[in-house]
């Protein structure tokens, strides 16, 4: 059974750098493609960044430029850096993979 468990958000203030955790579980993670997704208050779920298990990666204009996702197989952990951060990127992200959600953490982003 596949599990993934985010951690890493908080509250920043804009301009400030967060970065997220997601432990992965249950799977070839070597052979995975990992994404992050989030969904801001009444809004629908975004994608915001995939790494293939080649370490590709593809990102959505929200994020191209300031976030970077990242992959330790050894460790079955994929990350998500984001830098500049703005109000707008407040939201709860996902991490998505083999047709599993996480649960989500909460990334608030205000002064």
């Known amino acids: 059974q596949v599990q993934l468990v985010e951690s890493g958000g908080g509250l920043v203030q804009p301009g400030e750098s967060l970065t997220l955790s997601c432990a992965a579980s249950?799977?070839?993670?070597?052979?995975?493609?990992l994404s992050w997704y989030r969904q801001g208050a009444g809004r629908e779920r975004e994608f915001v960044a995939e790494?293939?298990?080649?370490?590709?990666?593809n990102y959505a204009d929200v994020g191209r430029g300031r976030f970077t996702i990242s992959r330790d197989d050894n460790k079955e952990m994929v990350y998500l850096q984001m830098n500049s951060l703005k109000p707008e990127d407040t939201a709860v992200y996902y991490c998505?993979?083999?047709?599993?959600w996480g649960r989500g953490t909460l990334v608030t982003v205000s002064s």
């Open positions: 249950g799977m070839i993670f070597s052979k995975a493609a």
């Open positions: 998505y993979a083999d047709g599993t």
């Open positions: 790494i293939t298990w080649y370490s590709g990666t």
